[in-house]
């Protein structure tokens, strides 16, 4: 009886160990996934600033700003371990966005980029731990600032939180009478210089 008892104890301990154990495993593959989760939003966050910051130097170079981007390349540290995650988001940039707003003034030029962007989280290992795809929009100009992040594609081009309507506001002076109108939305006659000898209406 009592070799009977121990063997069901012994049992009973290893199964209880057995429960613990899988218990352990599973916490860690949620904590491992919440981590990489974390590190795919992170970098999918911090994407659109930095292919911001590329088109506008380069629309301000005279280049093409919709030439391609190399692959964006981030890590992130758990606990002792620097790059414990590897995020590597790839850019995809074509034309995109509603063109009923844009500012058509041949000096602004305004126009949209829609960037596409896809982070793909490995572990120290190489092995993959989870994809996250987005989308952003980009309005960019002929002049400064060249571009500007505009939010998700589903806003429409809205950053989060702003009112509606991303054009810009400008003040047209009459340097003969020094009136003065509002305006937003304009294009190139409007505002080019003219041989005319009558301003513009009053």
Known sequence: MTILRALLFAVIAGAIGASFAALALALARTAALHAAHTAARDALTAAPVLVQAAVAARIADGANPLASIPPIDRCTAIGSTP????????????????????????????????????????????????????????????????????????????????????????????????????????????????????????
């Open 83 to 202: 790059c414990a995650l590897r995020s590597t988001t790839s850019v995809a940039l074509q034309p995109g966005g509603s063109a009923s707003v844009l500012q058509n003034n041949a000096l602004i030029a305004e126009a949209r980029i829609a960037v596409s962007l896809r982070a793909v989280v490995t572990d120290e290992a190489g092995r993959l731990s989870t994809i996250a795809t987005r989308t952003a929009l980009l309005r960019t100009f002929a002049m400064p600032p060249y571009a500007t992040y505009e939010g998700d594609e589903e806003s429409g081009g809205l950053a989060p939180g702003l009112a509606p309507g991303t054009l810009i506001d400008v003040l047209y002076r009459n340097v003969q009478s020094g009136a003065s109108i509002p305006g937003n939305v304009w294009s190139t006659p409007q505002i080019a210089p003219s041989n005319a000898s009558v301003p513009w209406p009053q």
